[in-house]
């Protein structure tokens, strides 16, 4: 069975980071092993969180799996804290490095051209230095603006704009990067990717819905992380990763008790289990 570790906090109520990938990411049926870095008592678009940090705990528990001889297939970051949390994050890059794990970035750090609360372009920049040690990296517009210190554009900017910004993001270190929320026509959403060794690009899109929620990031990253330990190539990884996010948003937006913090991402995971076990049979 194939193994990643997923570095993020804990949002304890919010659906985001780690609530949201040890699921899906189990879905695929791959082990999703944890590394908290911090404990919130929610994400931070609530007021008056807890915030626990457990930055500390980070380097113990590397030195154990590392006693303990274990290997990782992939080592997936979200949501990262501080500058340290950085750091140590590439310590792990390092020490389980081989030909086979996978190292990906998803960036978080900003949306709709703002920082998270929290963050500062310091920050970005040191984080743009880690995306030097990555594989594939999943930022949206606005973290990838922050990174590159270019001005956001929020819509109207062309595939040559996008298409530069990509070169710049693997111009980072990392071989491929992935925009998320890319749009060239109102009704549609979706990703596109350069992979530099090839110098090709790819994308997928899928109709917008007008509706916004917390933590379609962390979803998106999750089902794509394990879309890649699945064995599918990258596109595929991506267009399922889409759809199934696009599929959480629609039904959220559908319900009737939906919440405003996260989407309902269970309801669809019995469509997510048939199209894996679709796309299986396709390989
Ligand atoms: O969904 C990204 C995310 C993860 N974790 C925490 C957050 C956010 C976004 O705001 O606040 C704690």
């Known amino acids: 069975m194939r193994r990643i570790v997923t570095i993020q906090d804990i949002s304890c109520l919010g659906k985001c980071s780690l609530t949201v990938a040890l699921p899906v990411i189990s879905v695929y049926g791959v082990e999703a092993c944890v590394l908290p870095t911090a404990t919130l008592s929610t994400h931070t678009m609530f007021s008056g969180f807890t915030f626990t940090d457990l930055t500390d705990d980070m380097q113990p528990i590397k030195a154990h799996w590392l006693k303990e001889n274990f290997k990782f297939d992939a080592i997936y970051t979200g949501y990262l804290g501080s500058e340290r949390q950085l750091s140590i994050v590439k310590e792990y890059f390092d020490d389980f490095a081989s030909s086979n794990c996978l190292k990906i970035i998803d960036p978080v750090m900003a949306d709709n051209g703002k920082l998270y609360t929290g963050f500062t372009v310091e920050f970005a920049h040191n984080m743009a230095k880690l ?70 690009y790819f994308e997928y899109y899928n109709s917008r819905i007008p509706a916004q929620y917390h933590g379609t990031g962390d979803i998106f990253a999750s089902a794509f992380v394990g879309g890649m330990m699945r064995g599918y190539d990258i596109l595929k990884a991506l267009e399922i990763a889409a759809d199934y996010t696009a599929l959480c948003i629609d039904i959220t937006q559908k319900s009737p008790d939906s919440v405003t913090y996260g989407v309902e991402f269970e309801k669809a995971i019995p469509y997510l289990v048939h199209r894996l076990e679709q796309e299986d049979k396709n390989i």
């Open 131 to 200: 995306c030097a040690n990555a594989d594939i990296i999943l930022p949206n517009l606005t973290e990838a603006c922050y990174m590159l210190d270019e001005e956001y554009i929020p819509c109207g900017y062309s595939r040559d704009y996008i298409k530069s910004i990509l070169r710049r993001l693997t111009g980072l270190g990392a071989k491929i990067a992935v925009l998320t929320g890319v749009s060239y026509q109102p009704d549609k959403i979706g990703v596109m990717g350069y992979y530099s060794v090839k110098d090709e």
